[in-house]
Nanobody, 122 residues
Framework: QVQLVESGGGLVQAGGSLRLSCVAS????????MAWFRQAPGKERELVAA???????VYADSVKGRFTISRVNAKDTVYLQMNSLKPEDTAVYCC????????????????WGQGTQVTVSS
């Protein structure tokens, strides 16, 4: 019943910035934890950042200090501001929503977007 649609991906040079957006429709996600996961070819899906329904945030060590997750509940939207991008950030980024016990556990998220490609060139 909840649909998530990501946007904002694209091609950027190393050191550049992108802002990803995830818009939910169907039902409000204000009571859900929200997260961004990414998956690169040949690699496992990994948590990039998450924000709880209460506003607490967690980040992968590899993106701390560079990425910021935020949400605007009135718009049912979550953002991922990505600065100082590196080639190793290249991946498909997916938005996820759900009521979870562990933010890093992808299996607990009930709703997923289709993903948006982020490519960072050297």
């Amino acid at each position: 019943q909840v649909q998530l649609v990501e946007s904002g991906g694209g091609l950027v040079q190393a050191g550049g910035s992108l802002r990803l957006s995830c818009v939910a429709s169907g039902r409000t996600v204000s009571g859900y934890d929200m997260a961004w996961f990414r998956q690169a070819p040949g690699k496992e899906r990994e948590l990039v950042a998450a924000v709880t329904s209460g506003g607490n945030t967690v980040y992968a060590d590899s993106v701390k200090g560079r990425f910021t997750i935020s949400r605007v509940n009135a718009k049912d939207t979550v953002y991922l501001q990505m600065n100082s991008l590196k080639p190793e950030d290249t991946a498909v980024y997916c938005c996820a929503a759900g009521a979870v016990s562990r933010l890093r556990n992808a299996r607990e998220y009930r709703h997923w977007g289709q993903g948006t490609q982020v490519t960072v060139s050297s």
